[in-house]
T-cell receptor, first 113, second 114 residues
Framework: GENVEQHPSTLSVQEGDSAVIKCTYSDSASNYFPWYKQELGKGPQLIIDIRSNVGEKKDQRIAVTLNKTAKHFSLHITETQPEDSAVYFCAARRDTGRRALTFGSGTRLQVQP | DTGVSQDPRHKITKRGQNVTFRCDPISEHNRLYWYRQTLGQGPEFLTYFQNEAQLEKSRLLSDRFSAERPKGSFSTLEIQRTEQGDSAMYLC????????????FGQGTRLTVV
């Protein structure tokens, strides 16, 4: 089955700096890669996603890049703000067959004001 | 419609008791997923439904776990004879098919087995 590894497990940055979180996946048939933000006591919230026919996607301060050959994808947050502090999860899924998301183990991001 | 709704938000139960959780998905969504999340880990897939049909179950879903979605709308997840290892956050998500759309998660039910 799919296995998703996520690094780093914790990340501390100064407000205004950039943050990068990296994930690798094992199933070459995976073609959908979402990123979720989870705040304490809440469910995961989708912040950006990318499909395998696209190499990069941006939404304001957030961007995701995908390298299908190397089977890794990354989340980039620029101009970080204290409200970006949360746990971030990457995930991977096929569009055929098994539909469930396989999640990474999470990155706790702390933005220091 | 305000999103995926889960009830209760918190449940404390004694070991050996049965518990049932409810999930109300986004109204037009025909796919419904259950995940379990333990502290410091990402969510792990348990099972999913398309309409009322349960299409896949993870090996994490032991015989003590059962899920239903009788009318293709809300779903229930029951755990029988709870064990301390069942303590976790149980998350429900929904999505719309055909056409692969993103999955939206509820706030979860936190279960504590004492």
């Amino acid at each position: 089955g799919e296995n998703v590894e996520q690094h780093p497990s914790t990340l501390s940055v100064q407000e205004g700096d950039s943050a990068v979180i990296k994930c690798t996946y094992s199933d070459s048939a995976s073609n959908y890669f979402p990123w979720y933000k989870q705040e304490l006591g809440k469910g995961p919230q989708l912040i950006i996603d990318i499909r395998s026919n696209v190499g990069e996607k941006k939404d304001q301060r957030i961007a995701v890049t995908l390298n299908k050959t190397a089977k890794h994808f990354s989340l980039h947050i620029t101009e970080t703000q204290p409200e970006d502090s949360a746990v971030y999860f990457c995930a991977a899924r096929r569009d055929t067959g098994r539909r469930a998301l396989t999640f990474g183990s999470g990155t706790r991001l702390q933005v220091q004001p | 419609d305000t999103g995926v709704s889960q009830d209760p938000r918190h449940k404390i139960t004694k070991r050996g008791q049965n518990v049932t959780f409810r999930c109300d998905p986004i109204s037009e969504h025909n796919r419904l997923y259950w995940y379990r999340q333990t502290l410091g880990q990402g969510p792990e897939f348990l099972t999913y439904f398309q309409n009322e049909a349960q299409l896949e179950k993870s090996r994490l879903l032991s015989d003590r776990f059962s899920a239903e979605r009788p009318k293709g709308s809300f779903s229930t997840l029951e755990i029988q004879r709870t064990e301390q290892g069942d303590s976790a956050m149980y998350l429900c998500a929904s999505s719309l098919a055909p056409g692969e759309t993103e999955a939206f998660f509820g706030q979860g039910t936190r279960l504590t087995v004492v």
